[in-house]
């Protein structure tokens, strides 16, 4: 594999930043980001930095239209996305699908446990270090194996957005590494099988 082809994923409220930080990588080639609908911030950030854009809906076969617009990427990375993922895409881009999210699995993860719930969890519970976990997706909210983690520490003065952003500049630089990861594991088992 060279550089990676990837879709990205994103929510309706999605900012787009882990999108920017992994086109602009140069550790991945984005191919396409799918966001729900036309006003997702990530989308004009997306159209600012050139990368083709398909809005993709939930609805009636929401995962065969979600495969169709992903075509021939080597991953999907999820980036903001809040659903779980449609079986069809799972099986389709087996092993191939990434999210990322801000603690450090399994602390801290599963339903609900998104945004700013995620950075003052972490506090109220007094850890003294956060980070960022970058996972394979299955059909669980945060449970796939996990591939990279940064690590931050929790300073005693920390506000939830204090501890948001140093753990956001983390995750810009985990995901590029992970996805350069991913397609190294690949890589190696494709020359290593029979
Ligand atoms: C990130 O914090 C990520 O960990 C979580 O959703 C947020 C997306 O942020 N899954 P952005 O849209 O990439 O800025």
Not at 51 to 62: F, H, Q, R, T
Not at 106 to 122: D, I, L, N, T, W
Not at 174 to 180: C, G, H, R, T, V
């Amino acid at each position: 594999m060279d550089i990676p082809r990837v879709g990205i994923l994103v929510g309706p409220r999605g900012r787009g930043s882990n999108m920017a930080a992994i086109a602009r990588s140069g550790f991945a080639d984005v191919s396409v980001v799918i966001a729900p609908s036309e006003s997702a911030p990530a989308v004009q950030i997306a159209h600012d930095l050139g990368l083709a854009v398909s809005i993709v809906p939930p609805g009636d076969e929401y995962g065969s239209r979600l495969v169709e617009a992903l075509g021939k990427v080597d991953f999907v990375c999820l980036a903001g996305y809040m659903r779980l993922l449609p079986a069809e895409v799972l099986r389709t881009f087996d092993g191939r699908v990434l999210n990322i999210h801000p603690s450090l699995l399994p602390k801290f993860g599963g339903q609900g446990m998104y945004g700013s719930r995620v950075h003052e969890a972490v506090i109220a519970a007094g850890e003294s270090e956060s980070g960022c976990t970058v996972h394979y997706v299955n059909d669980k909210y945060d449970e796939g194996s996990p591939l990279l983690q940064l690590r931050c520490p929790v300073m005693p003065e920390d506000t939830a957005e204090a501890l948001a952003a140093r753990v956001l500049a983390l995750e810009h630089q985990a995901y590029p590494w992970a996805i350069e990861l991913a397609a190294a594991i690949i890589h190696r088992r494709s020359e290593s099988s029979p």
